[in-house]
């Protein structure tokens, strides 16, 4: 069993940063991914950024030149720095470890920007 904590989220103005971060325990054998998704109300669950296992990134267009993945492969901890945060990134912001056959979801993180 795979367990995920992450920390890290709260409010924020428009235009300041936050860091969260995502601690995996349990019986992880091979992380093949970690990164972030977030929903916002009313909206579907969208990829925010994603760091393999070699430290290959993909990020939202929306996030790019803004949010940082990065990874801890000796701690199984995967952070997300946001910076000139918006209000629409306000959302509710969930850690994901895939390590097969493990697809671990955590339980999520508000985050909040005002305007």
């Known amino acids: 069993q795979v367990h995920l904590v992450e920390s890290g989220g709260g409010l924020v103005q428009a235009g300041g940063s936050l860091r969260l971060s995502c601690v995996a325990s349990?019986?992880?054998?091979?992380?093949?991914?970690m990164g972030w998704y977030r929903q916002a109300p009313g909206k579907q669950r969208e990829l925010v950024a994603v760091?393999?296992?070699?430290?290959?990134?993909t990020s939202a267009d929306s996030v790019k030149g803004r949010f940082t993945i990065s990874r801890d492969n000796a701690k199984n901890t995967v952070s997300l720095q946001m910076n000139s945060l918006k209000p629409e990134d306000t959302a509710v912001y969930y850690c994901?470890?895939?390590?097969?056959?493990?697809?671990?979801w955590g339980q999520g993180t508000q985050v909040t920007v005002s305007s």
């Open positions: 994901r470890v895939r390590a097969p056959p493990v697809d671990q």
């Open positions: 349990g019986s992880i054998f091979s992380i093949i991914s």
């Open positions: 760091i393999g296992s070699g430290g290959s990134t």
